[in-house]
């Protein structure tokens, strides 16, 4: 059974920092594209970071300088670490996988952008105070 199972998430003060954690149970996770996702109460969701198999990443501009992805191969691991928090990155995160070994670093930001990834995980709530 697939399964994403994200973790990290919780309350913190503006100006602070967690570490997001997505434990990934699928095969050749070295393969794929992962990326993070955001979705705030009222809004719709929103890409955040993406890696593609050979280590490229990309941001969303609300984040960039700020949050880092990085994954783990070893250990089937996604990572966001998020510092410098702000109010408005309040939401639920969530981790998601693309089907292994069919993207090229274009195609992987391209479904990055259109947030076509078929398998994700519950998410994790992210709260920032003022």
Same mark, same amino acid.
Request: aromatic share 12%; hydrophobic share 35%; with cysteine.
């Given at each position: 059974?697939?399964?994403?199972?994200?973790?990290? $998430?919780?309350?913190? !003060? =503006?100006? %602070?920092?967690? *570490?997001?954690?997505? +434990? #990934?149970?699928?095969?050749?996770?070295?393969?794929?594209?992962? $990326?993070?996702?955001? !979705? =705030?109460? %009222?809004?719709? *969701?929103?890409?955040? +970071? #993406?890696?593609?198999?050979?280590?490229?990443?990309?941001?969303?501009?609300?984040?960039?300088?700020?949050?880092?992805?990085?994954?783990?191969?070893?250990?089937?691991?996604?990572?966001?670490?998020?510092?410098?928090?702000?109010?408005?990155?309040?939401?639920?995160?969530?981790?998601?996988?693309?089907?292994?070994?069919?993207?090229?670093?274009?195609?992987?930001?391209?479904?990055?952008?259109?947030?076509?990834?078929?398998?994700?995980?519950?998410?994790?709530?992210?709260?920032?105070?003022?």
């Amino acid at each position: 059974q697939v399964q994403l199972v994200e973790s990290g $998430g919780g309350s913190v !003060q =503006a100006g %602070g920092s967690l *570490r997001l954690s997505c +434990a #990934v149970s699928l095969d050749s996770f070295s393969d794929r594209c992962m $990326g993070w996702f955001r !979705q =705030a109460p %009222g809004k719709e *969701r929103e890409g955040v +970071a #993406v890696i593609g198999t050979d280590g490229n990443t990309g941001y969303a501009d609300s984040v960039k300088g700020r949050f880092t992805i990085s994954k783990d191969n070893a250990k089937n691991a996604l990572y966001l670490q998020m510092d410098s928090l702000k109010p408005e990155d309040t939401a639920m995160y969530y981790c998601a996988a693309r089907a292994a070994r069919i993207d090229s670093w274009y195609s992987c930001w391209s479904a990055y952008a259109r947030a076509s990834f078929p398998y994700w995980g519950q998410g994790t709530q992210v709260t920032v105070s003022s």
